[in-house]
């Protein structure tokens, strides 16, 4: 199975905590506002994917970046990506591997072309 989506850039790896301030002092941190507004709308984008892939076998994101600038380092964007795509699928990301394939900067138009696939040709083995 092959499955192809276009998805706006997940917030930087920067932007992906907030902190609540404690009555007592202190703080502790929780997702930003900015994660949760993606989070939503991957899942509404991907609603239609779901169930495609199998949960339980090795799959590889197959990514294009456009970025908005040459110094954005696309590494920065896999653990969001993957936090709001593999939920929204209904796979758990243990199994995912995620492949940097190329990109490009594009101010006007920043996201991502993922190419998502079930690695079948070689079994899963070891723990959960």
Request: include cysteine.
């Amino acid at each position: 199975m092959n499955i192809e989506f276009q998805l706006p850039l997940p917030p930087s790896k920067n932007k992906r905590r907030a902190m609540i301030r404690l009555t007592g002092g202190g703080a502790v941190p929780t997702v930003s506002s900015a994660v949760k507004i993606y989070r939503h709308r991957v899942a509404m984008e991907l609603l239609s994917y779901r169930g495609k892939l199998k949960d339980g076998v090795k799959i590889v994101f197959d990514c294009v970046w456009r970025k908005k600038n040459g110094n954005q380092d696309s590494s920065n964007f896999h653990d969001e990506l993957l936090d709001a795509v593999c939920p929204a699928l209904g796979i758990n990301d243990k199994w995912v591997l995620i492949r940097d394939q190329d990109f490009t900067v594009e101010p006007r138009n920043p996201g991502v072309t993922v190419t998502a696939w079930e690695l079948t040709a070689i079994k899963n083995q070891g723990g959960r």
